[in-house]
């Protein structure tokens, strides 16, 4: 469809209402990505500075965190100095971060990562109260009372965890909390890259109402003051559409690597969950609808399911010391394309219902070369592996406990052999007949991601479209798409550069579509490296 000289000129003559609109839709976004409007500041801490005589700048630091915090304005960054010889902690503080700021390691070379450790045993190290802050790149620890954390983000957004270490172990003894790191009530952050030393209840736990976070590339691991029993490598409480991908959880005696409580439609995968115990791997408890996908389980048992249900558990590898799966009233959960490993595959306790044991529509797969459609099942290890077609399913159908649904499509090698193929998608503009009508921004894929991903949106009239990255203190980054578009839908790949051309760092982005009249802004993206 040709956009006529017509239709430009009636798009170039808005009326004034339609301006206004645009007006005051863009004060919005100046609100929902608030600009900072004092120069952003870089202030600096070290052992060696002083509060009362220091400026706070590099030559003559502030002494201590919470000082340079108070004296900060919002969107600075304080840069935290160690000591160099390591010979005593850096800094001993119980610290409440109430603005938007960045806290992060000094970044010097000749400098060992600055140790936090916590004044009082029984308060958070770091308490994060305001939305959009970074702590980037610190050791600390020291929080040892009951459910107390190394950081604890308290009703916030948009705030990024990186690299640091919530305990940790070196030649010199265990420096641990009770909790690596603690997320309550909040929504939309990034935990990435951390690791996190614990002695109790778990290494990153989501308390209550969270959505929507990303807890991923993280280590937790256990400390020697292991308590026994009810310890969690990552434990979601009433808390739905997280992210956990990519973790290590190497819990200890009597734990859990990750544990969902009422917890649903959250996605869990590729992590790797090693086991030394009679323990689950993984662990869901009255949490339905969950994605359990990808994830490498070593355990006793590899995956606890009780009171759940309508979860899909795909494409994990379940090498169970004694058995893979464990379903307690567990009802109408997907199980295929899985490696089920052990002595005893399933047990199915008493009050257990019917779940599937095959995907629920046909795959296009390869196998040994050649391309198939079928239903694909589970690999077995105490399963006749006879398949004279050669097509990657087993002559037999393998018989499950109880009331279980036989599995008829059960895989002749383990789900590593087999490649399943991705659908295409054809995103090239379309004609008008073909739309149902409206303006559509879809998440992008992949997400998190490194280094690309791809935008997609509907346009259902020929509209002036400009498609805008933005960082997380509304700052632009990427101007994507400026120009007049037909009808149809789009798809514009973001390669992770500013229109510098320079790569933007590991963080929380938003993407905004204004197309004419109407500005869409609900979505968020993150960058991991």
Not at 170 to 199: F, Q
Not at 236 to 265: K, R, V
Not at 321 to 340: G, K, M, P, Q, T
Not at 510 to 516: E, K, Q, S, V
Request: net charge negative; hydrophobic share 30%.
């Amino acid at each position: 469809m040709q956009v006529t000289k017509k239709q430009l000129l009636n798009l170039s003559v808005l009326d004034y209402s339609k301006k206004s609109l645009i007006k005051m839709m863009l004060l919005a976004l100046v609100f929902i990505f608030p600009q900072v409007t004092s120069a952003q500041i870089t202030r600096y801490v070290s052992p060696t500075g002083d509060d009362t005589l220091g400026n706070g700048s590099k030559l003559n630091p502030w002494r201590t965190i919470q000082y340079a915090i108070n004296n900060a304005s919002i969107g600075d960054t304080i840069n935290v100095t160690g000591d160099e010889f390591e010979t005593t902690d850096d800094y001993v503080e119980n610290i409440t971060v109430n603005k938007s700021l960045t806290i992060r390691n000094s970044c010097d070379e000749l400098v060992m990562n600055p140790k936090i450790k916590a004044k009082s045993d029984s308060n958070h190290v770091f308490t994060i109260t305001a939305d959009s802050v970074n702590i980037i790149g610190l050791d600390i620890y020291g929080a040892n009372e009951t459910e107390k954390a190394g950081i604890y983000l308290d009703k916030v957004s948009n705030c990024i965890i990186h690299s640091n270490r919530c305990g940790w172990i070196d030649s010199t003894g265990e420096y641990s909390n009770n909790c690596g790191i603690i997320i309550r009530l909040s929504n939309g952050n990034s935990i990435l890259e951390n690791y996190c030393l614990y002695d109790k209840l778990a290494g990153i736990y989501l308390d209550s109402l969270n959505s929507q976070n990303t807890i991923s590339k993280n280590e937790c691991k256990v400390s020697s003051r292991d308590y026994l029993y009810g310890i969690n490598g990552i434990y979601l409480y009433y808390s739905d559409e997280n992210t956990i991908s990519s973790n290590e959880c190497f819990p200890g005696i009597g734990d859990i690597g990750i544990h969902l409580s009422f917890s649903h439609n959250n996605n869990i995968s590729k992590n790797t969950l090693i086991r030394y115990s009679e323990l689950y791997s993984i662990f869901l408890e009255n949490s339905h609808n969950n994605n359990i996908a990808d994830n490498n389980c070593q355990a006793a048992e590899c995956i606890k399911l009780m009171d759940a249900n309508k979860n899909t558990i795909t494409g994990n590898d379940f090498r169970g010391y004694y058995r893979c799966v464990y379903l307690d009233s567990a009802a109408n959960n997907i199980f295929y394309w899985n490696n089920f490993c052990a002595s005893h595959v399933v047990t199915s306790a008493i009050d257990s219902a019917i779940n599937s044991w095959h995907s629920p529509t046909e795959m296009n797969y390869t196998y040994n070369g050649t391309s198939y459609a079928s239903y694909l099942g589970n690999y077995y290890n105490k399963h006749d592996l006879t398949d004279s077609d050669g097509d990657g399913i087993t002559d037999s159908t393998y018989n499950l406990p109880g009331d279980e649904q036989y599995d008829n499509y059960p895989l002749a090698a383990t789900i590593e052999n087999y490649s399943i193929n991705p659908v295409s998608v054809d995103f090239s503009p379309i004609s008008e007949s073909t739309l149902e009508g409206g303006i559509h921004l879809k998440q992008n894929y992949p997400n998190p991601f490194n280094p690309q991903t791809n935008i997609s949106y509907q346009l259902s009239s020929i509209s002036d479209v400009t498609l805008t990255i933005y960082n997380s203190l509304g700052q632009k980054v990427r101007t994507l798409v400026n120009e007049l578009q037909n009808i149809g839908c789009y798809t514009v790949q973001w390669n992770g550069k500013n229109n510098f051309g320079e790569l933007a760092p590991s963080g929380i982005y938003f993407y905004t579509l204004i197309a004419g009249n109407e500005i869409l802004i609900s979505k968020r993206m993150i960058i991991i490296k």
